[in-house]
């Protein structure tokens, strides 16, 4: 037993935010975490230094070339166990004023690497025969949120596109399923005046945001221990909406 290579849990836009807080608790759960990035090489490198056997990698996975470099990057790591589609981008604007080169790289940075990711990584899965698949979408694919049209449409997609993925791998064993967070303490949130922040508290039962660690949990709870949950949307928003 010993002798078995390390599983790896892949977590894409695992530098910062959320997808290092799925880095942190996936590398304590015994995998080998691989940390994908686009741009925050110097992040990525630094939580590979900190977590034991985890290794940082680049790839523009919003592209078909970039997804394929990183299946091949994977190649020699260890059996892949799970995935965390993380990789994101909010760009808000309103919609009569939105420009249409943010809505298209907000597709392919939210939607369509999710897409290629999920197609291109799923067959060592499907070989495997066995695998957890689990998409980071929002509160805002199922609630909307005023100025994030596209952002939004990404995220419900996200959703919708893991109950097909679901049904599609039942039966090689690979579960799929989505965590939409709420409200989440970032540095970007922080950032809001006292004004916006009052009036996102006021919408939340819990009368407070989360934190990246308690979306964290629940991604590990799907990538650990659930063993009969898949093609689920399970919202982390302190109750500001229920699904």
């Known amino acids: 037993m010993s002798d078995s290579p390390k599983l790896v849990a892949l977590v894409t836009g695992g530098a910062t935010g959320i997808g290092a807080a799925c880095c942190r608790i996936l590398a304590a759960s015994g995998y080998r975490v691989g940390i994908h990035y686009n741009s925050s090489s110097a992040a990525a490198q630094a939580l590979a230094q900190e ?47 939105a420009k249409v080169e943010d809505f298209d790289r907000t597709v392919a940075t939210n939607m369509r690497s999710v897409w290629l990711v999920t197609k291109k990584l799923s067959r060592s899965m499907i070989r495997r025969k066995e695998g957890r698949i689990i998409n980071i979408s929002s509160v805002v694919g199922s609630t909307g949120n005023p100025t994030q049209s596209s952002y939004g449409m990404t995220k419900a997609a996200i959703d919708n596109f893991t109950k097909t993925a679901a049904m599609e791998l039942a039966g090689y064993n690979i579960l799929v399923n989505s965590v939409a967070p709420g409200f989440i303490q970032t540095r970007m949130t922080s950032e809001l005046s006292p004004e916006v922040q009052a009036g996102i508290l006021s919408r939340i039962p819990l009368g407070r945001m989360g934190t990246a660690d308690e979306v964290a949990k629940v991604v590990k709870f799907l990538a650990v221990d659930a063993s009969y949950c898949t093609g689920s949307v399970f919202h982390v928003n302190g109750g500001m909406y229920g699904g």
């Open 51 to 97: 977590l034991p056997d985890s290794f940082a990698v680049g790839a523009d996975i919003s592209t078909e070339a970039g997804v394929d470099a990183l299946v091949e990057a994977l190649k020699d790591k260890g059996p892949l166990a799970v995935l965390v589609n993380n990789a994101g981008v909010a760009i808000d604007a309103p919609l009569f004023s």
